[in-house]
């Protein structure tokens, strides 16, 4: 599985972005699915994560309420939705996939080693 991150870019406090991730090589549709990102200096972080379906959803308390994780299967491919975006946001962001995630709750799905494919990331920057 290749993973393709974009739709990263300038935007303005408040503004607003969506990012995709289109995958190749197989179907993810099956795939646990994640977003994480990275700040200068920072530890790579959990964004958002998915399970199969929309029915179980990981966001980090940073996020929480304003980004949303979606995934369309028709398209093989996975979105993150960022809304009232704030300068703290500015990242590089990386989508990923897992072939499977042990348990059925959250904690694995916010665990970077849980992940098998990553995407190379795309820059948010976002300014005051």
């Known amino acids: 599985v290749q993973l393709q991150a974009s739709g990263g870019g300038l935007v303005q406090a408040g503004g607003s972005l969506k990012l995709s991730c289109a995958a190749s090589g197989r179907p993810i549709s099956g795939y646990p699915v994640a977003w994480f990102r990275q700040a200068p200096g920072q530890e790579r972080e959990i964004v958002a994560a998915m399970r199969r379906t929309a029915h179980m959803t990981y966001y980090s308390d940073s996020v929480k309420g304003r980004f949303t994780i979606s995934r369309v299967n028709d398209e093989n491919t996975i979105y993150l939705r960022m809304n009232s975006l704030k300068p703290e946001d500015t990242a590089v962001y990386y989508c990923?996939?897992?072939?499977?995630?042990?348990?059925?709750?959250?904690?694995?799905?916010?665990?970077?080693?849980?992940?098998?494919?990553w995407g190379q990331g795309t820059q948010v920057t976002v300014s005051s």
């Open positions: 990923a996939a897992a072939r499977s995630i042990p348990g059925s709750g959250t904690y694995y799905m916010a665990r970077e080693a849980s992940y098998d494919y």
